[in-house]
């Protein structure tokens, strides 16, 4: 296994350590279970993300790796998703409702959102690393899940323990290592007045 790599951001305000050394991996473990407590600890946190009007609109679907539901999300990942996500102890779809009583919640996506950046800095606050995609089909998500009209799939989180770099793939392992960098502050703040 090769050393655990310290990718902690260069920030230019001081920050909290967990959110300053967190990022996004894409080689996982591909023998090592997901931790449990840890992993529940992950779901505890999204659980008491802010929403609108304390609507929780989020909804989960969590499956560990060996699972019918794993594979059937492996299979809805797009392009080079499937190659490395597959090795992920746990892939975790984070869905919204999308109405209640036939009002649209159009703040739903957002609070999913937080959801999901609360069980990702908790996650690695317990020592799992996750990476969220974009990449995946939404309709094939909820027709594996019946999540029918009135829920929709906005993102899926690969979770588990970081795989060996040195094994992987020389495209893995070149996208691994590429420095990571954030715009400037200035060019994402448009008034501050």
């Known amino acids: 296994m090769s050393p655990i790599l310290d990718r902690t951001a260069v920030t230019d305000a001081p920050i909290l350590d967990v959110l300053a050394e967190r990022w996004s991996t894409r ?10 407590a840890a992993l529940a600890s992950a779901l505890e946190a999204a659980r008491w ?6 609507s929780q609109p989020w909804r989960f679907v969590v499956a560990r790796r060996g699972s019918d539901a794993h594979r059937t999300i492996v299979e809805t990942l ?7 996500a597959a090795d ?14 036939g009002k649209p919640l159009t703040w739903a996506a957002y609070d999913a959102g937080q959801a999901a950046a609360f069980f990702t800095v908790q996650a690695h606050a317990a020592g799992l690393h ?4 974009g990449g995946f089909d939404r309709e094939a998500i909820g027709a594996a899940f019946g ?6 799939a906005v993102t899926v989180m690969a979770v588990g323990a970081l795989g060996d770099v040195a094994a992987a793939s020389d495209a893995l392992r070149e996208r691994e290592l ?9 060019e994402s703040v448009l008034l501050d007045a």
């Open 27 to 36: 080689i996982f473990d591909p023998v090592t279970p997901v931790d449990e």
């Open 49 to 54: 993300a802010p929403s609108a009007n304390n």
């Open 78 to 84: 797009i392009g080079f998703n499937q190659s490395w």
């Open 88 to 101: 992920a102890a746990a892939l975790v779809v984070f869905a919204t409702t999308t109405a209640v009583d």
């Open 130 to 133: 996750t990476h969220q995609m």
């Open 147 to 152: 999540f029918g009209e009135g829920i929709a």
């Open 178 to 186: 590429t420095p990571r960098t954030r715009r400037p502050v200035a």
